[in-house]
């Protein structure tokens, strides 16, 4: 206990329970305990679920402490046997367990303010391991406990997030940001469509090299979902500012080296940066989907204030439907085929024009599992984009994956194209 | 790996990958694996989410198959330098990495269906753990591995949901369900909509005591999303007739005491259910949506072959678009407002009239975050079915929530609407 403290720059989250090993449920805490820790420069390096077992629990406690700076554990301080969190730490740390006056009688008054008598179970909840600080609970019984070990730290907490909150917040991060050392984080999003992770990670290797010998270096992590590909990237230093210039300055390499296929810089989601550069530029669109069934006009909807740009869609599931509402000649179908560029061209333009609106989408394909053939199968979709002018944005994609995901894919492709033309404009 | 295959009896679940650890992740592979794992009789003792750091990866997973038979890793196995799972499990085990050529073969393929070539960095997905069996994966490009060591398992599987589960599904709850015990599993879903969770919950716990008691007894666990609510059934005995007979009883328990309420009792979704109807049917459907911004039709089309019945859907976010495409009178919408039960009515008949088909849904209403007033609050959604006859089905709602879940919520309440108004027919 000598040991001088040390500076706090990794930490694991442990969440105690059996229950908390359900299949419907969620350790919220530990995501809000990842959330804070970040923010005062503490890296979180793994997090655990263990169930009630004495054994297994002083186990990942201990080698959990061998490998990081700081401990923090969530649940396992109620009454009953099966709450083990105190006997575990003190188990590992070879400690004691001490009952505490002052805290037994906070929990017996607590019982007695509403009116009952304290279980003799509860007096478990006073037992503090040796050498700890005790954290008071302000919203339960159970107090949580702050020990120092060898120079590292080790944290319990209540599981309740009720409790667990108010704990952290009051008693708990401004000790941790003392010792964190000054770090500051900052944090940046980029993101780019119309890329496979696999290819934009091939460009973005040599980035990552330049990035890491930055002052400070900036850490990348990569992310795909929906065909669109998130990129973090963090730095942390003494003044945020210099964190923040490093950040900038990988932004700055990611927008040179993908040009437009760089989304935002900002964190905005596709929809969001559509629709901004929709209501920036004063224009109003109208959608005409087959294959995505309304999927790439509910997704622009799903934006608040989509209203002031989105003014109609149509869902042309028939070929009837194609000629009916959006005036597709039946001959240009007859022709090339219901999935084709020429039909997806007049299917954005005779939405725009049949809504009176600047800008009209156009997208048709074969989402599965049935209707593929040789020339075209499952997963190829045509997308259009018109506008006022002649030129209009026509590309054909193939796409893998399910139905479902075939929909995801090309409704973010249809959007994105749309983002493309509002740009070329 | 001589050693005799021994009984499964509990796992650990490992997550990797750093993106995981950040506080808006949530490591939902390890819920659905905990839900598979218990219902073939394995017991989860602990899950962990882990950084893209090899020596942090390796130190777990080597405590986690000192403590339990089973490890199941999720992640970690893309084609990039921070995944580590491969080579982490590949360290633990003392066994070298092998490329397999048609492993090779299949991933190229895979890209040149796309019109891509493969990029060399993919090549890595194709070294398989020495003794391991890969695992085809059906959704994406990372091969999945069975691994036996000491007597334990080791189980490698691809991190996004789409290309896990089935994985899981298809090859390695099959061979886990053979290690795991005697006892067999009956099962059954039945999907509930038009109730919130509590009310539902309140009708069914008197269920619940007597299913207990059942031989063998159902075991219920109730989930609600998008408002529908799953509830499903279990039962485990030796003979797998037993266990289907008492999930039997408990099916007609919740048919008898939800009626119509009950959406499906053979696990199918809503959209399907809808789609069984209308093609039985023989009629076709046309939609016309306002604050759902296309999301109905999107799930109404998410069913395969829904292009049987679905003929078109409208988008009519304008007052003018509702009259132009629907041919809702400019004065109905004066008198009673764009979100009102004539509005929608007027839109569900319209969007069948305008199509030529046999049924017409409509909804309109206010998503928010703006547009509420006191009268029609942020929330109130008009939802309406129109057939052949004279009665048209008209609802009002006021649903809770972010607009994101007014969207769902009340694309489930209108296609739930369909659904009852043919079951009417």
Known sequence: MSTPARRLANAEIIAVGTEMLRADRTDTNSLYLTGRLNEIGIEVLA????????????????????????????????????DLTRAAVASVLGRGLVEQGHILDAI???FEQRGMRMPELN????????????????????????????????????????????????????RLGARAGQERLARRTVRIVGLTESHAEERLQPMYARWAAFTPPVAATILAARGQIELQLTARARELAAADRSCQTAVDDVVAGFGIDVCSTDGRELERVVGDLLRDR?????????????????????VPGSSDYVERGVVAYSNRAKTDLLGVPAELIDEHGAVSEPVAAAMADGA?????????????????????SEAKPVGTVAIAVAGPGPAAFVRTVRLPGTRHHVKLFSSTLAIDALRRALLAR
């Open 123 to 174: 007096r478990r909840q006073a037992q503090v391991i040796e050498g700890a600080v005790a954290l008071a609970n302000r919203a339960g019984t159970a107090p949580g406990m702050w020990v120092e070990h060898d120079g590292k730290v080790i944290v319990l907490l209540p599981g309740p997030p009720r409790e667990m909150r108010p704990m952290f917040d009051d008693l708990v991060e401004g």
């Open 352 to 372: 725009r024009r049949a809504a009176g609106v600047e800008m009209g989408v156009g997208i048709t394909g074969i989402a599965g599992p049935g209707g593929g």
């Open 108 to 110: 017996r008054t607590r």
């Open 282 to 302: 004063g224009l109003r669109v109208a959608v005409a989907e087959s294959c995505t069934g309304g999927l790439v006009l509910s997704r622009l909807t799903d």
């Open 47 to 82: 997090k655990a679920v263990v169930a009630d077992r004495l054994d297994v629990l002083a186990a990942i406690v201990r080698q959990a402490l061998d490998r990081t700076d700081l401990v923090i554990l969530t649940g396992g301080l109620g009454p009953t046997d099966d």
